[in-house]
């Protein structure tokens, strides 16, 4: 048999005797073959799947007693998933390579009997940590004699370690209430037809939904009366959505055709993104407003060829992607003629090894978990685990040291919290940071000194009512937030021994964005405005009244003017969105489009840029003659800095993106870093065995250091709209600057993750590596152009979560729920820590995914009911309610809502239903 494509590729099918399934050989000549084993007596079930590449994955069961049956699973890397069910017993038991064992045993349900059983007992235990014990407990109470389903009065307890997540639902006012172990509450109101309708938590304003005649999502609103705000969805005569009217009466428009793919995309300001598909439901084209097509092409098997951005004359600056016949990218060619090639495990879809033009490396792994990356530059990562949770990383090379975890265990058990972080340098000097939690997970106390020496402890105080944080206490410095209706920050003040060290106050827009700014800082007060274009990009800033900036854009974003109010300095652009020339600065670029020279004619200087295929930034050569060079470790982050060829700095990082501890040129650590109140940027540091707070303004940037024991200004930090440094009355007493990132004294340019920002020109150095799975259609654009307001730590732009769901995707060929199920299972193993800058894209992510599989699971289950399906999915997703219920069980998250998890929760229930082509840009930001 065989299948052709509608784009004339045919794949072809051979089967067996009995009808089933031996081979799908696709257009590329890959293929999955089958085996089927059964015995003759029943006792063995075996399934064994071949790749064209000799790559084995087996499933299999084994009857092992009368009502005992033994399951399997064997990945292609060798990891697997075993487990023992006893029917007789309702007991079930889950073994996994990594050495995890999951004991549960199952109850009937009290409204569906032995039919719908559930998890009443659950052990988990983690080679070397304590076991977690779960137990859930559920009860239905009738409220008339001849009750039918929907006249339950119901409830769910599930006790986690002694900490009792509670939710109870009560028919005759249709109200689900859900309370955490620390009696937070949150309530989902529904109507007849089980749509929620209401959301409430307490001290926060009230989410409502309503939906058409046909059951789809038409209005959410937050808040009432002048406060409220109202986002409105339209849909087109084929029911796909079409029309999104925000709080502040912008509309987003969609033009589709008849099989739901987008064909414009009109945003704010009249701007239009135009895109084409071919047959087969593969992006071919997107144009950006008022700029030239970009191009993709694809293979038989509609995975990505070529990149093409627009051309500049006659000179093409196409990447190029190569697949093996499993299907997985294993060569890049990118416009510079440089190659990445990827070596694979022999019969295992693991990467073996990364072949780049200067530098090659090789990944170790044990039970699929990456165990070691090693560099022929001499740098080595080695990762240590315990079952799927990490207990460490240790860097080998220049800068060398390790970062160890530990987990909680009260009364011999775990809830699989970190509760003590270990940081050692190369002489073996250690520090330690240790973390006390409340029930719902949330951090009160993070402590941390140098070993054998007194602790440093900070208290943080989270709201009984939604667990936002209101206060900190280090030492004799304190600080006090204070929040609106839609968990915004609205006032903050930070002082020492009650004296006011510095002070703001917002005022925001129906978006929630910052209007205005009344900034107390040493005593001086300051009064900022900012003014915003319909596009939502910033156009004006004043300062006391004054103006100090006012910048002009063209249709894609590309700033073309900016004015200080007495000079107007004008840009240039080409039709890739490179800078060309600001002012008396002209810029050059590689193929790539990777920032390689600035030259400044006016100054006579000019500085030049190399960076590696992958994006990070390798060289610079200064005007002053100095030349800087950058370590990489093989997990790209930036882990030592050279000047003139001695090592002058280096960092050890916590997770992907952030230092925990800063080195000198020795090796030797200066300041370790404690974060707790913010993602971005640490909430203090200990250095010289002193401890200093880090008082940020709303991005994260550092604006006072203050010495806890003292009270003496260690440094403030002054910086213009877009972040470039004013004032530095202590330059380079700590690495972190605008928004969170690590400011460079030497260039003026700030990392964030996998870019580099220039905070004169207020744009990236380099396109987004995740192309337009960052959500901007100008790939140098920097957060939208809205630096008051956003932020990007991950330098994947603020689209970070789509990228992610989409590597997900990939993973899972396509399926959502399996991809929705790991990104649930990586974010639930962060805790707490999920709150950090990756785990911000993760949890959008795994919003996207949910809303996703759960549109496209209705589709198939409830066929004529689809509209109620997505409308239930839209708002579950929308506000995080998923995340109240998944709090209920245990799954500690506690964050509040999101208008990004709103948005990416929209962008899912919307991609359920026109089932988008998959991998139309290859993130590749899985992990980072």
Not at 514 to 534: C, M, N, P, R, W
Request: charged residues 20%; glycine residues 10%; proline residues 4%.
């Amino acid at each position: 048999g065989s299948f052709t494509s509608p784009r004339g590729y045919a794949s072809t099918f051979d089967w067996g005797l009995q009808g089933r399934l031996l081979k799908d050989t696709n257009a590329e000549g890959g293929y999955k073959a089958l085996m089927h084993e059964k015995t003759s007596s029943w006792q063995y079930d075996i399934g064994v799947l071949t790749t064209a590449m000799n790559r084995q994955s087996s499933v299999g069961s084994r009857n092992v007693s009368t009502g005992s049956v033994r399951r399997w699973a064997i990945a292609e890397d060798d990891s697997y998933v075993s487990e023992w069910i006893d029917r007789s017993f309702n007991r079930n038991v889950e073994k996994i390579s990594t050495g995890e064992w999951i004991a549960s045993i199952y109850e009937p349900d009290p409204r569906f009997g032995v039919q719908a059983v559930y998890p009443g007992a659950t052990t988990i235990s983690v080679p070397g940590l304590s076991p977690q014990r779960r137990t859930t407990t559920r009860a239905a109470v009738p409220t008339t004699p001849d009750a039918d389903i929907g006249q339950l009065d119901l409830g769910v307890q599930v006790d986690i370690n002694g900490r009792k997540y509670t939710q109870l639902y009560d028919s005759a006012s249709r109200s689900w209430g859900i309370t955490s172990p620390e009696g937070r509450t949150q309530t989902v109101i529904i109507d007849a037809q089980s749509r929620p309708v209401k959301q409430q938590v307490p001290g926060l304003a009230d989410v409502d939904y309503t939906y058409d005649a046909r059951g789809r999502l038409h209005t959410i609103t937050a808040g009432s009366g002048a406060e409220q705000r109202q986002w409105t969805f339209g849909y087109d005569a084929n029911g796909y959505l079409n029309r999104v009217q925000d709080p502040l009466n912008r509309e987003t428009l969609l033009t589709r055709d008849v099989a739901g793919r987008t064909l414009a995309q009109t945003l704010p300001g009249s701007r239009t993104i135009q895109m084409a598909w071919d047959a087969n439901n593969n992006l071919t084209s997107l144009t950006p407003p008022g700029g030239s097509a970009h191009q993709f092409s694809y293979n038989k098997v509609d995975r990505v060829t070529a990149y093409a951005p627009p051309l500049l004359g006659a000179t093409s600056t196409a990447t190029g992607y190569q697949d093996n016949l499993d299907s997985q990218l294993d060569q890049i060619t990118d416009a510079d003629a440089r190659v990445a090639a990827v070596g694979f495990v022999a019969t295992s879809s693991l990467p073996q090894s990364l072949s780049l033009p200067d530098e090659s490396r090789s990944f170790t792994y044990s039970a699929g978990r990456l165990t070691g990356v090693s560099s022929d530059t001499g740098i080595g990562n080695a990762i240590q685990w315990a079952g799927s949770l990490p207990t460490g990383e240790t860097w080998t090379g220049p800068m060398a040291g390790s970062v160890a975890l530990q987990y909680d265990a009260t009364n011999n058990r775990s809830n699989f919290w970190v509760a003590k972080r270990t940081v050692t340098d190369a002489a073996a000097t250690a520090f330690d940071v240790d973390y006390a939690y409340d029930r719902d997970g949330l951090p009160t106390q993070v402590s941390a000194h140098k070993t054998g020496m007194p602790a440093a402890e900070l208290a943080l105080t989270w709201s009984p009512q939604h667990g936002l944080l209101t206060s900190t206490q280090l030492g004799r410095v304190n600080d006090v937030w204070s929040y609106n209706l839609f968990a915004e920050p609205l006032n903050y003040s930070a002082t020492l021994d009650g004296a006011a060290l510095y002070s703001v106050s917002y005022t925001r827009d129906k978006l929630g964005r910052i209007t205005h700014k009344e900034e107390t800082l040493q005593g001086s007060t300051h009064s900022f405005a900012y003014s915003y274009d319909v596009a939502g990009r910033l156009t004006h800033t004043t300062r006391d009244g004054v103006s100090v900036g006012a910048w002009t854009w063209d249709a894609n974003g590309n700033r073309l003017s900016t004015s200080d109010g007495a000079t107007t300095i004008a840009c240039q652009y080409d039709a890739q969105d490179r800078a060309i020339a600001c002012g008396s600065e002209g810029y050059g670029w590689n193929k790539s489009g990777q920032l390689t020279a600035i030259t400044d004619s006016a100054a006579g200087t000019s500085t030049s840029f190399q960076y590696d295929m992958l994006g990070n930034l390798q060289q610079v050569n200064l005007p002053d003659g100095r030349r800087i060079d950058y370590l990489v470790d093989g997990l790209d982050r930036r882990i030592g800095k050279k000047i003139d060829g001695g090592l002058v700095q280096g960092f050890l990082y916590q997770d992907g993106l952030r230092p925990v501890a800063e080195l000198d040129g020795s090796g030797t650590i200066v300041s370790l870093f404690v974060y707790a109140d913010r993602a971005n940027v640490p909430t203090y540091l200990l250095k010289g065995g002193r401890v200093y707070r880090i008082f940020t303004d709303q991005l994260g940037s550092p604006r006072l250091v203050i010495d806890t024991q003292t009270g003496a200004i260690a440094q403030r930090l002054d910086y213009d709209a877009w972040g470039k440094v004013l004032d530095d009355t202590n330059p380079g007493f700590q690495p972190f600057g605008f928004a969170g990132g690590l400011y460079d004294l030497d260039t003026g340019l700030v990392r964030f993750g996998a870019r580099d920002y220039d905070p004169t020109t207020g744009r990236w150095t380099a396109k987004d590596p995740i192309r337009f799975g960052g959500g901007d259609s100008n790939l140098y654009a920097y957060v939208g152009n809205d630096p008051i307001n956003r932020i990007d730590p991950s330098g994947l732009s603020p689209e970070g979560g789509f990228c992610l769901a989409q590597d997900y995707l990939k993973r899972f060929g396509n399926d959502a729920e399996r991809a929705w199920e790991e990104a649930m299972t990586d974010r639930i193993a962060r805790g707490w820590e999920a709150r950090d800058p990756y785990g911000a894209d993760l949890r959008n992510a795994e919003n996207y995914l949910w809303a996703r599989q759960f549109v496209e699971g209705g589709a198939s289950r409830w066929h004529g009911r689809l509209g109620a399906w997505v409308a239930l999915a839209y708002m579950n997703a929308g506000w995080q309610v998923s995340r109240a219920i998944q709090n209920a069980f245990g799954q500690q998250l506690h964050s509040p809502a999101s208008l990004d998890a709103y948005r990416s929760g929209i962008l899912g229930g919307n991609d359920g239903m026109s089932r988008p082509s998959p991998y139309v840009t290859d993130c590749g930001c899985v992990g980072k």
